[in-house]
């Protein structure tokens, strides 16, 4: 994970030791020093990560402790994590993420609820050239598969018909159908 982190900087390590510290020099600054500068590192999709990676990115932000407890000059990051609460494992039943490792070092938690219906309707009626009953279908192929993320895929996939023909009620059903995944 480490690595994932420090790819685009070129400074891939090959012990975890020498990662750990390569990703805190990336990462760290002195966000309450007299000139503060501040980083902060976001993890999305932080519930597929494995006990271990949650374990390291915790050792790796207890070491900004002092600079948090006391201030000055000392460096440190602020970490957010970005994920769903919940997941469906591969035999399909819902497992609860083990965040605890981390939690019990943040300050704030903030959870957001699924998107309405209304915020569905935010999003399609932002689309162009739709007719009311595909945008009906739009909205409920989205709550049905559980985010926006899912209905903008569809609708991205059923809009490269070859004809260049706006897609039908019936093309967004079938292209979901396809995408069952999504």
């Not at 609860?96 to 915020?119: S, W």
Request: charged share 25%; proline share 5%.
């Amino acid at each position: 994970m480490a690595n994932e982190i420090l790819y685009p900087y070129h400074g891939e390590q090959h012990q975890i030791a020498e990662c750990i510290q390569a990703v805190w020099n990336l990462v760290a600054r002195r966000p309450f020093g007299a000139y503060p500068t501040k980083s902060v590192l976001i993890i999305d999709e932080a519930q597929a990560m494995k006990p271990s990676v949650l374990e390291s990115f915790r050792g790796l932000f207890d070491m900004g402790e002092k600079a948090r407890m006391f201030g000055g000059e000392k460096p440190a990051f602020g970490m957010i994590l970005v994920g769903n609460g919940t997941f469906l494992n591969r035999a399909g039943e819902q497992n609860k993420v083990a965040y605890e490792p981390l939690m019990q070092r943040f300050d704030i938690t903030q959870e957001f609820g699924r998107p309405t219906r209304a915020d569905y309707g935010l999003f399609v009626d932002g689309l162009p050239g739709l007719d009311v009953q595909i945008r009906k279908e739009l909205v409920e192929l989205g709550i049905s598969k559980g985010s926006i993320r899912a209905a903008a895929k569809i609708w991205r996939s059923a809009t490269r018909l070859p004809d260049g023909r706006m897609p039908s009620a019936d093309h967004l059903q079938t292209i979901s159908k396809i995408k069952e995944g999504v």
